[in-house]
T-cell receptor, first 113, second 112 residues
Framework: DTGVSQDPRHKITKRGQNVTFRCDPI?????LYWYRQTLGQGPEFLTY????????KSRLLSDRFSAERPKGSFSTLEIQRTEQGDSAMYLC???????????FGEGSWLTVV | QQQVKQSPQSLIVQKGGIPIINCAYE??????FPWYQQFPGKGPALLIA?????SEKKEGRFTISFNKSAKQFSLHIMDSQPGDSATYFC???????????FGTGTSLTVIP
């Protein structure tokens, strides 16, 4: 399967701990997105990469959040000093730079206790 | 503010019925309108998408109707099946923008 891959699928962490999620996009896709989804809501944009450059960040992305995409391949999303409000599903998506269609991964569920 | 407004929040239909989910937008720069289907615990999967140059698009049992002047679009599911029970999200984006804006979702239940 060559779809968007995310790891881990589930993570339970104590408040104050740091967590990191990884996303492997579809191989030929230049664009990579991170979204957050809470129960009963649609995905909310967090940030976006064109190759290795992080071109846009949402105001939802506080200074505790950092995303990287070294070498324009996989990406990581790190949340420092987690809070209970960070509990959500973190979705990664990718697309061709010339197209609009974005393809999501299965998501990484975060529960902060 | 919510860039894309979606209704209804939930919908229950009998098998074979035609559920209709509606979305509205304000930003006239939007030029791409996809619909995603999401099952519990899974990521959203692209279902069908439309651009404003056409008023309707069909793919299998799924149809998008688009009204550019009203800035509204809707998803129709023909001959709905219990396996269609899922949450459906509309979305919108523009060529000049870098993000997709999603509606709040519609939970569809198809009763056998």
């Amino acid at each position: 399967d060559t779809g968007v891959s995310q790891d881990p699928r589930h993570k339970i962490t104590k408040r104050g701990q740091n967590v990191t999620f990884r996303c492997d996009p579809i191989s030929e896709h230049n664009r990579l997105y991170w979204y957050r989804q809470t129960l009963g809501q649609g995905p909310e944009f967090l940030t976006y990469f064109q190759n290795e450059a992080q071109l846009e960040k949402s105001r939802l992305l506080s200074d505790r959040f950092s995303a990287e995409r070294p070498k324009g391949s996989f990406s990581t999303l790190e949340i420092q000093r987690t809070e209970q409000g960070d509990s959500a599903m973190y979705l990664c998506a990718s697309s061709m730079s010339s197209g609009n269609t974005i393809y999501f991964g299965e998501g990484s569920w975060l529960t902060v206790v | 503010q919510q860039q894309v407004k979606q209704s209804p929040q939930s919908l229950i239909v009998q098998k074979g019925g035609i559920p209709i989910i509606n979305c509205a937008y304000e930003n006239t720069a939007f030029d791409y309108f996809p619909w995603y289907q999401q099952f519990p615990g899974k990521g959203p999967a692209l279902l069908i998408a439309i651009r404003p140059d056409v008023s309707e698009k069909k793919e299998g049992r799924f149809t998008i109707s688009f009204n550019k002047s009203a800035k509204q679009f809707s998803l129709h599911i023909m001959d709905s099946q219990p396996g269609d029970s899922a949450t459906y999200f509309c979305a919108a984006s523009s060529d000049t923008g870098n993000q997709f804006y999603f509606g709040t979702g519609t939970s569809l239940t198809v009763i056998p």
